[in-house]
Antibody
Framework: QVQLVQSGSELKKPGASVKVSCKASGYSFSTYAMNWVRQAPGQGLEWMGWVNTNTGNPTYAQDFTGRFVFSLDTSVSTAYLQISSLKAEDTAVYYC??????????WGQGTTVTVSS | SYELTQPSSVSVSPGQTARITCSGD??????GRWFQQKPGQAPVLVIYNDSERPSGIPERFSGSSSGTTVTLTISGAQVEDEADYYC?????????FGGGTKLTVL
């Protein structure tokens, strides 16, 4: 079945970097774009942007430029989110979600990133 | 940028009809979608294209649209429907979620 499996929880110090993975299975990876969504503790969903899995071209939402990078490894059907220069306010659950048209139909289970000294 | 506005909370008794609204200018031109999120879980799509229901979603979930507002209706709400609900829309190269509505069924 169609599935997105994300990497495990991360605990990082301020200023460090983190790379979250999202492995797709059950469908042709390059046929559907991939979205990234952030959810801070007790807060709502924020769309971070998406990556074209055919071309690798990323699009970042306004609040997610500079320290956030979307990348791919199509050979293993995996999308990545890298965050550099981590801050306490980056503490959140990060989700990947398959694009269906301009919507999202299948979500990963989420990866918790905690930034603390 | 675009904004979608939802009530922060809605409360109903089991068996009653729950209605959650979502308003935003983008909805006059683009479809609305609804996600259900239970504590500790990833969001699940319950309505797409304003009123379409994905397979596996109970028939008590329905959606409608009028002007700049979309509405999620849960007819005969069940205790297991208690969750956060987020509306969502897309325009051009931009995607946006509403702030979320906590539905209490008690």
């Amino acid at each position: 079945q169609v599935q997105l499996v994300q990497s495990g929880s991360e605990l990082k110090k301020p200023g460090a970097s983190v790379k979250v993975s999202c492995k797709a299975s059950g469908y042709s990876f390059s046929t559907y774009a991939m979205n990234w969504v952030r959810q801070a503790p007790g807060q709502g969903l924020e769309w971070m942007g998406w990556v074209n899995t055919n071309t690798g071209n990323p699009t970042y939402a306004q609040d997610f430029t500079g320290r956030f990078v979307f990348s791919l490894d199509t050979s293993v059907s995996t999308a990545y989110l890298q965050i550099s220069s981590l801050k306490a306010e980056d503490t959140a659950v990060y989700y990947c979600a398959r694009a269906s048209g301009d919507g999202m139909d299948v979500w990963g289970q989420g990866t918790t990133v905690t930034v603390s000294s | 940028s675009y904004e979608l506005t939802q009530p922060s909370s809605v409360s109903v008794s089991p068996g009653q009809t729950a209605r959650i609204t979502c308003s935003g200018d983008v909805l006059a031109k683009k479809y609305g979608r609804w996600f259900q999120q239970k504590p500790g879980q990833a969001p699940v799509l319950v309505i797409y294209n304003d009123s379409e229901r994905p397979s596996g979603i109970p028939e008590r979930f329905s959606g409608s649209s009028s002007g700049t507002t979309v509405t999620l209706t849960i007819s005969g709400a069940q205790v297991e429907d208690e969750a956060d609900y987020y509306c969502y829309s897309a325009a051009d190269n931009y995607r946006v979620f509403g702030g979320g509505t906590k539905l209490t069924v008690l």
